[in-house]
Protein backbone atom coordinates (compact mmCIF):
# COMPACT_ATOMS: atom_id res chain seq x y z
CA UNK A 1 0.00 0.00 0.00
CA UNK A 2 1.29 3.43 -0.60
CA UNK A 3 -0.09 6.71 1.10
CA UNK A 4 0.99 10.51 -0.56
CA UNK A 5 0.71 12.52 2.53
CA UNK A 6 1.21 16.48 2.43
CA UNK A 7 3.07 18.11 5.44
CA UNK A 8 2.50 21.65 6.16
CA UNK A 9 4.56 22.36 9.45
CA UNK A 10 3.54 26.23 9.31
CA UNK A 11 4.95 28.85 11.95
CA UNK A 12 5.89 28.77 15.23
CA UNK A 13 6.44 26.05 17.13
CA UNK A 14 4.70 23.50 13.60
CA UNK A 15 8.39 22.87 12.56
CA UNK A 16 9.22 21.43 16.19
CA UNK A 17 6.21 19.37 16.61
CA UNK A 18 5.63 17.96 12.85
CA UNK A 19 8.72 15.82 12.58
CA UNK A 20 8.08 13.72 15.52
CA UNK A 21 4.74 12.87 14.06
CA UNK A 22 5.85 12.18 10.99
CA UNK A 23 9.19 9.83 12.48
CA UNK A 24 6.36 7.69 13.79
CA UNK A 25 4.25 7.52 10.81
CA UNK A 26 7.54 6.23 9.13
CA UNK A 27 8.09 3.65 12.17
CA UNK A 28 4.27 2.29 11.85
CA UNK A 29 4.38 2.45 7.86
CA UNK A 30 7.84 -0.10 8.57
CA UNK A 31 5.82 -2.00 10.60
CA UNK A 32 3.15 -2.40 8.65
CA UNK A 33 4.69 -2.56 5.71
CA UNK A 34 2.62 0.42 4.61
CA UNK A 35 4.45 3.05 2.16
CA UNK A 36 3.83 6.78 3.02
CA UNK A 37 5.11 9.27 0.76
CA UNK A 38 5.58 12.73 2.10
CA UNK A 39 5.84 16.02 0.69
CA UNK A 40 6.31 19.23 2.41
CA UNK A 41 5.03 22.78 1.78
CA UNK A 42 4.61 26.26 2.83
CA UNK A 43 1.57 27.88 4.79
CA UNK A 44 0.89 30.12 6.71
CA UNK A 45 3.27 33.45 7.82
CA UNK A 46 5.98 30.84 6.27
CA UNK A 47 4.45 31.40 2.90
CA UNK A 48 3.68 34.40 2.95
CA UNK A 49 7.53 35.67 3.73
CA UNK A 50 8.39 33.14 0.32
CA UNK A 51 5.33 33.98 -1.91
CA UNK A 52 3.29 36.59 -0.55
CA UNK A 53 -0.12 34.70 0.45
CA UNK A 54 -0.54 32.51 3.27
CA UNK A 55 -1.86 29.60 0.71
CA UNK A 56 0.09 29.70 -2.35
CA UNK A 57 -1.68 27.78 -5.27
CA UNK A 58 0.97 24.81 -4.89
CA UNK A 59 0.32 24.04 -1.90
CA UNK A 60 -3.56 23.45 -2.15
CA UNK A 61 -2.86 21.78 -5.61
CA UNK A 62 -0.22 19.42 -3.35
CA UNK A 63 -3.10 18.63 -0.13
CA UNK A 64 -5.40 17.93 -3.47
CA UNK A 65 -3.22 15.79 -5.02
CA UNK A 66 -2.56 14.05 -1.64
CA UNK A 67 -4.43 11.05 0.20
CA UNK A 68 -3.93 13.13 3.71
CA UNK A 69 -2.70 16.45 5.14
CA UNK A 70 -0.78 17.17 8.28
CA UNK A 71 -0.59 20.49 9.20
CA UNK A 72 1.01 21.97 12.14
CA UNK A 73 -0.02 25.54 13.11
CA UNK A 74 0.21 28.65 11.36
CA UNK A 75 -0.03 32.75 12.36
CA UNK A 76 2.48 34.64 14.88
CA UNK A 77 3.28 38.05 15.96
CA UNK A 78 4.85 39.04 12.92
CA UNK A 79 2.10 38.30 10.67
CA UNK A 80 -0.36 40.04 12.79
CA UNK A 81 -0.42 43.77 11.70
CA UNK A 82 -1.43 42.30 7.94
CA UNK A 83 -5.54 43.05 7.12
CA UNK A 84 -7.52 39.72 8.22
CA UNK A 85 -7.92 38.59 5.16
CA UNK A 86 -4.71 38.46 4.71
CA UNK A 87 -3.33 36.80 8.16
CA UNK A 88 -2.41 32.97 7.92
CA UNK A 89 -5.46 31.80 10.41
CA UNK A 90 -7.94 33.29 7.93
CA UNK A 91 -6.12 32.87 4.86
CA UNK A 92 -4.91 29.89 5.32
CA UNK A 93 -6.84 27.88 7.25
CA UNK A 94 -10.15 28.98 6.53
CA UNK A 95 -9.18 28.76 2.73
CA UNK A 96 -7.92 25.15 3.21
CA UNK A 97 -11.06 24.26 4.86
CA UNK A 98 -12.75 25.64 1.90
CA UNK A 99 -10.57 24.55 -0.59
CA UNK A 100 -10.64 20.52 -0.01
CA UNK A 101 -14.20 20.62 1.64
CA UNK A 102 -13.81 20.16 5.30
CA UNK A 103 -16.99 21.06 6.47
CA UNK A 104 -16.59 18.58 9.65
CA UNK A 105 -13.99 19.17 12.56
CA UNK A 106 -13.50 16.33 14.81
CA UNK A 107 -11.81 16.59 18.86
CA UNK A 108 -11.68 14.00 20.99
CA UNK A 109 -10.88 14.97 24.94
CA UNK A 110 -9.57 12.10 26.35
CA UNK A 111 -7.71 11.97 29.93
CA UNK A 112 -4.76 9.67 29.86
CA UNK A 113 -5.15 8.09 33.73
CA UNK A 114 -1.39 9.15 34.15
CA UNK A 115 -2.29 12.65 33.56
CA UNK A 116 -5.23 12.64 35.87
CA UNK A 117 -2.65 14.92 37.87
CA UNK A 118 -2.08 17.63 35.36
CA UNK A 119 -5.55 18.57 34.89
CA UNK A 120 -6.77 21.79 37.11
CA UNK A 121 -9.81 19.93 38.29
CA UNK A 122 -10.29 17.70 40.59
CA UNK A 123 -9.47 14.11 40.05
CA UNK A 124 -13.00 12.52 41.02
CA UNK A 125 -14.56 15.28 38.13
CA UNK A 126 -12.48 14.48 35.46
CA UNK A 127 -11.03 11.19 35.88
CA UNK A 128 -12.47 8.93 32.77
CA UNK A 129 -13.52 11.62 30.35
CA UNK A 130 -13.79 10.64 26.89
CA UNK A 131 -15.77 12.74 24.81
CA UNK A 132 -15.86 14.16 21.42
CA UNK A 133 -16.46 17.55 20.04
CA UNK A 134 -17.85 17.82 16.55
CA UNK A 135 -17.52 21.12 15.20
CA UNK A 136 -19.25 22.43 12.07
CA UNK A 137 -16.31 23.96 10.03
CA UNK A 138 -17.37 25.96 6.99
CA UNK A 139 -20.15 27.92 7.74
CA UNK A 140 -22.15 30.06 10.83
CA UNK A 141 -20.75 32.74 12.52
CA UNK A 142 -17.15 32.85 10.75
CA UNK A 143 -18.04 32.27 7.00
CA UNK A 144 -21.13 34.73 7.02
CA UNK A 145 -20.75 37.77 5.53
CA UNK A 146 -18.78 40.31 7.53
CA UNK A 147 -18.52 44.27 6.85
CA UNK A 148 -16.82 47.22 8.71
CA UNK A 149 -17.74 50.32 6.89
CA UNK A 150 -18.01 54.54 8.47
CA UNK A 151 -20.47 56.03 9.65
CA UNK A 152 -21.60 59.64 10.69
CA UNK A 153 -21.12 59.17 14.48
CA UNK A 154 -17.83 56.44 14.13
CA UNK A 155 -17.86 52.83 12.36
CA UNK A 156 -20.51 50.09 12.39
CA UNK A 157 -19.25 46.54 12.32
CA UNK A 158 -21.06 42.91 11.67
CA UNK A 159 -20.51 39.61 11.40
CA UNK A 160 -23.55 37.47 9.85
CA UNK A 161 -24.49 33.61 11.21
CA UNK A 162 -25.85 32.02 8.49
CA UNK A 163 -26.51 27.93 8.03
CA UNK A 164 -28.33 26.19 5.11
CA UNK A 165 -30.79 23.09 6.10
CA UNK A 166 -28.26 21.24 4.22
CA UNK A 167 -25.05 22.42 6.23
CA UNK A 168 -27.07 21.48 9.83
CA UNK A 169 -28.41 18.41 8.37
CA UNK A 170 -25.13 17.12 6.84
CA UNK A 171 -23.04 17.78 10.38
CA UNK A 172 -25.95 16.28 12.39
CA UNK A 173 -25.87 13.30 10.95
CA UNK A 174 -22.33 12.84 11.09
CA UNK A 175 -23.02 13.44 14.98
CA UNK A 176 -25.17 10.55 15.21
CA UNK A 177 -23.12 8.39 13.27
CA UNK A 178 -20.13 8.86 15.16
CA UNK A 179 -22.12 8.56 18.36
CA UNK A 180 -23.63 5.32 16.94
CA UNK A 181 -20.20 4.02 16.83
CA UNK A 182 -19.48 5.31 20.74
CA UNK A 183 -21.56 5.41 23.29
CA UNK A 184 -24.77 6.39 21.95
CA UNK A 185 -25.48 9.57 22.99
CA UNK A 186 -25.31 12.69 21.21
CA UNK A 187 -25.65 16.30 22.60
CA UNK A 188 -26.69 19.12 20.61
CA UNK A 189 -25.02 22.14 21.62
CA UNK A 190 -27.19 25.41 20.47
CA UNK A 191 -28.30 28.80 21.72
CA UNK A 192 -32.41 28.33 20.74
CA UNK A 193 -33.79 30.82 23.42
CA UNK A 194 -31.92 33.60 21.18
CA UNK A 195 -30.78 32.32 17.68
CA UNK A 196 -33.02 31.90 14.83
CA UNK A 197 -30.13 29.61 13.49
CA UNK A 198 -29.82 27.38 16.34
CA UNK A 199 -33.73 27.08 15.96
CA UNK A 200 -33.74 25.61 12.62
CA UNK A 201 -30.51 23.01 13.93
CA UNK A 202 -32.41 22.00 17.06
CA UNK A 203 -35.76 21.07 14.56
CA UNK A 204 -33.32 19.45 12.06
CA UNK A 205 -31.88 17.14 15.12
CA UNK A 206 -35.48 16.74 15.65
CA UNK A 207 -36.12 15.49 12.72
CA UNK A 208 -32.63 13.45 12.05
CA UNK A 209 -33.73 11.35 15.76
CA UNK A 210 -35.74 9.69 14.12
CA UNK A 211 -33.74 8.01 11.89
CA UNK A 212 -31.17 7.02 14.81
CA UNK A 213 -33.81 5.66 17.94
CA UNK A 214 -31.00 3.89 19.06
CA UNK A 215 -28.88 7.36 19.73
CA UNK A 216 -30.27 9.23 22.50
CA UNK A 217 -30.78 13.04 21.38
CA UNK A 218 -30.15 15.83 24.19
CA UNK A 219 -30.43 19.39 23.73
CA UNK A 220 -27.90 21.76 25.55
CA UNK A 221 -27.77 25.40 25.54
CA UNK A 222 -23.77 26.19 24.82
CA UNK A 223 -23.46 28.60 28.12
CA UNK A 224 -25.00 25.87 29.83
CA UNK A 225 -22.52 23.32 28.22
CA UNK A 226 -19.46 25.63 28.75
CA UNK A 227 -20.03 25.28 32.55
CA UNK A 228 -21.52 21.30 32.21
CA UNK A 229 -18.20 20.54 30.63
CA UNK A 230 -16.44 22.24 33.71
CA UNK A 231 -18.79 20.16 36.12
CA UNK A 232 -19.89 17.14 34.75
CA UNK A 233 -17.77 16.60 31.52
CA UNK A 234 -18.20 12.13 31.90
CA UNK A 235 -22.19 12.74 31.26
CA UNK A 236 -20.70 13.58 27.22
CA UNK A 237 -20.22 11.42 24.51
CA UNK A 238 -20.60 13.44 21.10
CA UNK A 239 -20.91 17.06 21.33
CA UNK A 240 -22.19 18.83 17.57
CA UNK A 241 -22.33 22.63 17.75
CA UNK A 242 -21.66 25.42 15.10
CA UNK A 243 -18.18 26.88 14.20
CA UNK A 244 -17.80 29.64 16.49
CA UNK A 245 -19.46 27.37 19.28
CA UNK A 246 -16.82 24.42 18.73
CA UNK A 247 -13.91 26.64 18.26
CA UNK A 248 -14.34 28.12 22.12
CA UNK A 249 -15.84 24.88 23.90
CA UNK A 250 -12.87 22.51 22.39
CA UNK A 251 -10.32 24.49 24.23
CA UNK A 252 -12.36 24.67 26.93
CA UNK A 253 -12.30 21.09 26.58
CA UNK A 254 -8.82 20.90 26.15
CA UNK A 255 -8.53 21.61 29.91
CA UNK A 256 -10.22 18.00 30.43
CA UNK A 257 -7.19 16.64 28.94
CA UNK A 258 -4.77 18.08 31.04
CA UNK A 259 -2.76 19.95 28.23
CA UNK A 260 -4.04 22.00 25.20
CA UNK A 261 -0.69 20.29 23.88
CA UNK A 262 -2.69 16.64 24.26
CA UNK A 263 -5.36 17.37 21.71
CA UNK A 264 -5.60 16.37 18.21
CA UNK A 265 -8.22 16.60 15.79
CA UNK A 266 -9.09 15.78 12.05
CA UNK A 267 -11.28 17.74 9.52
CA UNK A 268 -13.12 15.35 6.85
CA UNK A 269 -15.98 16.03 4.12
CA UNK A 270 -14.12 16.00 0.81
CA UNK A 271 -11.77 13.67 -0.52
CA UNK A 272 -8.55 14.96 1.55
CA UNK A 273 -8.81 15.18 5.30
CA UNK A 274 -6.64 16.96 7.17
CA UNK A 275 -5.02 16.61 10.52
CA UNK A 276 -3.79 18.77 12.71
CA UNK A 277 -3.67 19.44 17.06
CA UNK A 278 -5.90 22.14 18.07
CA UNK A 279 -3.70 24.58 19.41
CA UNK A 280 -1.90 27.46 18.11
CA UNK A 281 1.74 28.08 17.00
CA UNK A 282 2.74 29.07 20.45
CA UNK A 283 5.28 31.86 19.35
CA UNK A 284 5.93 32.06 23.32
CA UNK A 285 8.08 28.75 23.41
CA UNK A 286 8.85 28.12 19.39
CA UNK A 287 12.43 27.01 18.86
CA UNK A 288 13.08 25.68 22.42
CA UNK A 289 12.30 21.88 21.87
CA UNK A 290 9.43 22.62 24.90
CA UNK A 291 6.26 22.21 22.95
CA UNK A 292 4.27 19.59 23.42
CA UNK A 293 4.31 17.06 20.45
CA UNK A 294 1.63 14.73 21.38
CA UNK A 295 -1.51 16.51 20.05
CA UNK A 296 0.05 15.95 16.55
CA UNK A 297 1.25 12.25 17.21
CA UNK A 298 -1.89 11.58 18.02
CA UNK A 299 -3.41 13.49 14.85
CA UNK A 300 -1.13 11.28 12.77
CA UNK A 301 -3.29 8.45 14.80
CA UNK A 302 -6.83 10.15 13.56
CA UNK A 303 -4.86 9.85 10.38
CA UNK A 304 -4.39 6.26 10.03
CA UNK A 305 -7.32 5.53 11.72
CA UNK A 306 -9.83 7.64 9.32
CA UNK A 307 -8.34 8.01 6.51
CA UNK A 308 -6.37 4.83 6.14
CA UNK A 309 -8.35 2.51 8.01
CA UNK A 310 -5.26 1.42 10.07
CA UNK A 311 -6.95 0.85 13.17
CA UNK A 312 -4.40 -1.48 15.04
CA UNK A 313 -1.94 0.94 13.87
CA UNK A 314 -3.79 4.09 15.58
CA UNK A 315 -4.00 1.92 18.58
CA UNK A 316 -0.54 1.18 18.44
CA UNK A 317 0.36 5.06 18.09
CA UNK A 318 -2.22 5.38 21.39
CA UNK A 319 -1.08 2.78 23.26
CA UNK A 320 2.65 4.05 22.62
CA UNK A 321 1.68 7.81 24.13
CA UNK A 322 -0.12 6.10 26.80
CA UNK A 323 3.05 3.93 27.47
CA UNK A 324 5.12 6.69 28.01
CA UNK A 325 2.95 9.09 30.30
CA UNK A 326 2.94 6.35 32.38
CA UNK A 327 6.67 5.82 32.66
CA UNK A 328 6.45 9.09 33.61
CA UNK A 329 7.52 11.37 31.17
CA UNK A 330 6.65 14.71 30.34
CA UNK A 331 7.10 18.00 28.42
CA UNK A 332 7.17 21.44 30.31
CA UNK A 333 3.29 22.15 29.86
CA UNK A 334 2.07 18.59 31.22
CA UNK A 335 5.46 18.10 34.31
CA UNK A 336 4.46 17.66 37.56
CA UNK A 337 6.52 16.75 40.41
CA UNK A 338 8.41 13.29 40.59
CA UNK A 339 7.47 12.80 36.54
CA UNK A 340 10.44 13.16 34.07
CA UNK A 341 10.84 16.60 31.67
CA UNK A 342 11.55 15.63 28.22
CA UNK A 343 11.84 18.18 25.27
CA UNK A 344 9.87 17.73 22.01
CA UNK A 345 12.11 15.85 20.17
CA UNK A 346 12.99 13.24 22.92
CA UNK A 347 9.24 13.09 23.96
CA UNK A 348 8.47 12.15 19.73
CA UNK A 349 11.58 9.97 20.03
CA UNK A 350 10.19 7.90 23.13
CA UNK A 351 7.12 7.62 21.48
CA UNK A 352 8.46 6.13 18.22
CA UNK A 353 10.29 3.36 20.09
CA UNK A 354 7.48 2.35 21.88
CA UNK A 355 5.77 2.23 18.72
CA UNK A 356 8.51 -0.04 17.49
CA UNK A 357 8.67 -1.86 20.40
CA UNK A 358 4.89 -2.56 20.70
P1 LIG B 1 -1.71 28.79 21.21
O1 LIG B 1 -2.51 27.55 21.19
O2 LIG B 1 -0.63 28.91 20.19
O3 LIG B 1 -1.02 28.97 22.66
C1 LIG B 1 -1.78 29.11 23.85
C2 LIG B 1 -0.92 28.68 25.04
O4 LIG B 1 -0.76 27.26 25.02
C3 LIG B 1 0.49 29.25 25.00
O5 LIG B 1 0.92 29.53 26.30
C4 LIG B 1 1.33 28.13 24.40
O6 LIG B 1 2.68 28.13 24.80
C5 LIG B 1 0.61 26.90 24.92
N1 LIG B 1 0.71 25.79 23.98
C6 LIG B 1 0.09 25.66 22.79
N2 LIG B 1 0.45 24.53 22.18
C7 LIG B 1 1.33 23.92 23.00
C8 LIG B 1 2.07 22.71 22.93
N3 LIG B 1 1.99 21.87 21.88
N4 LIG B 1 2.88 22.40 23.95
C9 LIG B 1 2.99 23.20 25.03
N5 LIG B 1 2.31 24.35 25.16
C10 LIG B 1 1.49 24.71 24.15
O7 LIG B 1 -2.73 30.01 21.09
P2 LIG B 1 -2.46 31.59 20.98
O8 LIG B 1 -1.30 31.97 21.83
O9 LIG B 1 -3.77 32.21 21.19
O10 LIG B 1 -2.07 31.81 19.45
C11 LIG B 1 -0.74 31.88 18.95
C12 LIG B 1 -0.80 32.00 17.43
O11 LIG B 1 -1.35 30.79 16.87
C13 LIG B 1 -1.69 33.14 16.94
O12 LIG B 1 -1.10 33.70 15.81
C14 LIG B 1 -3.00 32.43 16.62
O13 LIG B 1 -3.76 33.13 15.68
C15 LIG B 1 -2.47 31.14 16.04
N6 LIG B 1 -3.42 30.01 16.09
C16 LIG B 1 -3.34 29.12 15.08
C17 LIG B 1 -4.13 27.99 15.09
C18 LIG B 1 -3.96 26.97 14.01
O14 LIG B 1 -2.99 27.03 13.28
N7 LIG B 1 -4.85 26.02 13.88
C19 LIG B 1 -5.04 27.79 16.15
C20 LIG B 1 -5.09 28.71 17.19
C21 LIG B 1 -4.26 29.84 17.15
Redesign the pocket.
Known amino acids: MRYKIAVLP?D??GPE?IPQAVKVLKTVGKKYGVQFEFKEGLV?GAAIDVYGTALPEETLKLCEESQAVLLG????PKW?SLPPAQR??TAA?LALRKGLGLYANIRPAYLFSALVDSCPLKKEVVEGTDLLILRELTGGLYFGEKKRQRTDTGEVAWDTLIYTSEEIERILRLGFELARARRKKLTSVDKANVLITSRLWRETAERLAQEYPDVELEHMYVDNCAMQLIRNPRQFDVLVMENTFGDILSDLASVLSG???MLPSASIGGQTALY??I???????AGQN????L?TILSAAMMLRISFKMEQAARDIENAVNKVLEQGYR???IFREGTTLVGTEEMGELVRQAVEEG
Request: glycine share 22%.
Open positions: GGIIGAVGGDPELSIGEPHGSAPDIKANPATAD
